[in-house]
């Protein structure tokens, strides 16, 4: 399976030296056929291979460090997310890495992009001890076209060997597994698990680090464009309907997670999406539902029947985190280029388990940074072990874990472009009215679906509005086709000083989760924040 597809530029550049085979740029069947030839995983009846990941179900994010270094001393935002690792605890992981290297029987490298927009993507090579993990990482990142292969030189190097375990007292790690870049060297290690995300996130990562300075907006979130070329982006966290709300028959998908907003386009950083599986439905998501049935699409952690080799989507035994990688065309109506124009709205979602925002406001471009610098969005009882009541989560920046500068410098940008492209920006709560989680009902979809087509057609910005008492925006008093009782949270409460006093509550959390933020912003961004109502 030894490929001809091989660049002039060798693993030699990075230091890799071994006498293992090297099967470079390997296309996707091949490389089906080797994983299941090579026990690495199973084909399910209508064609996709069906892996398992062990014990790692999802990302390590304990385990995840960046070196701290001259050049990342004072532009990574180090605490809790960002982890830092001495040089001198990096340079004994990468000998230990490239140690490991030279004994290996196969190796897999494959050459991609993060980032479809040429003038901003980074050229990624990723060396793979497991065939189905090319397979994943050649599927979610961008394919270059063939006649580039060949002078392919990379911007960052991934090395992934599930089969490392780490030494924390000689590598300054937690435990056996390790995720760690050095940006001077431009070389990410991940040893320890067997997890493919953390190929994906770590791209993201770097691209989160490099855009910024050059006046990209990095986001994570998903994009479509409208029948008129307008684009919207959707940021929100798990549970908020970010993936329902986005995968619109009526609108082409740009992607489903990862993107760029620069000067002339929002474009996806990835050329396939990794969606979640567990209890998937052909009528609840009839696309993604179909990828399931393609060959060419990589399983995670989805029971399989030993005998039928049928799938079993509904059951949870390996995993409730089952994952699906596919390539982004598998999508009937995805964009061919992967880019749309810059955008016309941004929609922030959030499951408001209180009760207390409204289905839909309009945001300024102040309001817009706290809210998106806020990350808000709040669990229910039940989604995890010793929640009892709505439970407050912030998550900044919609996406914490992948940001390494401080949250201001992607707030601020998001800002600048709001400001200066004219853009409409939108609160959207798909949560809960009538009272909290357990008192009141979920946000009907059809009324979300209602506000947020008429606010990304427009329509919308010719409401009469009110003003929120407690958070200052503009929310609609009526919108054809939608109960007008429901616009308004208060009203929809049968005890209105339960509402006054759990709106309080709200506004006191924000206010002290955001009090993190308030010397990193200017006045205009602190002044949105909310208010308990007089």
């Not at 002039?8 to 089906?32: D, E, Y």
């Not at 003038?119 to 990723?126: I, K």
């Not at 549970?239 to 002339?264: C, F, M, N, Q, V």
Request: hydrophobic share 40%.
């Amino acid at each position: 399976m030894v490929s001809d597809r091989v660049p002039a530029t060798g693993l030699g550049a990075q230091g890799i030296f071994t006498s293992a085979r090297i099967h470079w740029n390997v296309r996707s069947a091949p490389l089906v056929e080797a994983a299941v030839a090579r026990g690495e995983g199973r084909l399910a009846a209508d064609g996709p291979l069906v892996v398992e990941t062990g014990r790692h179900t999802g990302r390590s994010a304990q385990d995840k460090f960046t070196v701290r270094d001259a050049e990342t001393e004072r532009t990574v935002w180090w605490g809790k997310t960002n982890q830092p690792m001495a040089p001198a605890h990096f340079a004994a992981l990468k000998a230990d890495f490239l140690a490991e290297l030279t004994d290996k029987d196969d190796l897999f490298v494959q050459d991609l992009y993060g980032g479809s927009q040429p003038a901003h993507r980074v050229r990624v090579r990723v060396v793979n001890e497991l065939a189905w993990h090319s397979l994943f990482i050649r599927t979610m990142l961008v394919r270059p076209e063939e006649a580039d292969l060949s002078a392919f030189t990379p911007d960052y190097t991934i090395i992934d060997l599930p089969s490392f375990r780490a030494d924390p007292a000689r590598h300054g790690c937690r435990s056996e597994t390790v995720i760690a870049i050095s940006f001077t060297e431009k070389l990410i290690l991940i040893g320890g698990t067997r997890y493919a995300g953390e190929m994906k996130k770590s791209v993201f990562g770097v691209l989160n680090y490099l855009l910024p300075p050059t006046g990209v907006m990095p986001m994570h979130c998903s994009a479509n464009i409208g029948p008129q070329g307008d684009t919207a982006v959707f940021f929100g966290l798990s549970g908020t309907g970010k993936t329902t709300l986005s995968a619109d028959p009526a609108r082409t998908l740009i992607g489903d997670d990862e993107h760029g907003w620069s000067d002339t386009a929002v474009f996806n950083f990835e050329g396939g999406c990794y969606a979640k599986m567990i209890r998937l439905s052909a009528e609840a998501e009839p696309e993604i539902y179909a990828t399931t049935k393609r060959f060419g699409t990589v399983l995670e952690n989805v029971v399989l029947d030993d005998e039928t080799r049928m799938l079993d989507l509904d059951d949870n035994s390996l995993a409730e985190n089952s994952r699906g990688a596919y390539p982004i065309d598998f999508i009937p109506n995805a964009s061919a280029e992967n880019m749309g124009p810059v955008p016309r709205n941004v929609v922030m979602l959030t499951a408001d388990a209180f009760g207390v925002l409204p289905p839909i406001a309009k945001l300024t471009p102040d309001q817009a940074m706290y809210h998106f610098l806020s990350g808000y969005t709040a669990k229910v009882a039940g989604t995890e072990i010793g929640v009892t009541e709505p439970e407050a989560t912030f998550s900044t920046c919609f996406g914490a874990p992948f940001m390494p500068r401080h949250p201001s410098v992607y707030g601020n940008l998001l800002k600048q472009r709001i400001a200066s492209g004219g853009v409409d920006c939108w609160l959207v709560n798909t949560g809960w009215t009538g009272g909290k989680y357990g008192t009141g009902s979920r946000m009907p979809i059809k009324a979300t679906r209602a506000l947020l087509n008429a606010a990304l057609d427009g329509s919308l910005n010719d409401a009469a509005f009110r003003t929120d008492a407690n958070f200052g925006f503009k929310v609609p008093v009526a919108v054809p086709g939608v109960d007008p009782a429901i616009l308004d949270p208060r009203a929809t409460w049968a005890d209105k000083q339960a509402y006054d006093a759990m709106a309080a509550t709200l506004v006191d959390l924000f206010v002290e989760n955001f009090a993190q933020f308030e010397e990193a912003v200017d006045e205009g961004v602190r002044q949105a924040a909310p208010r308990v109502a007089a």
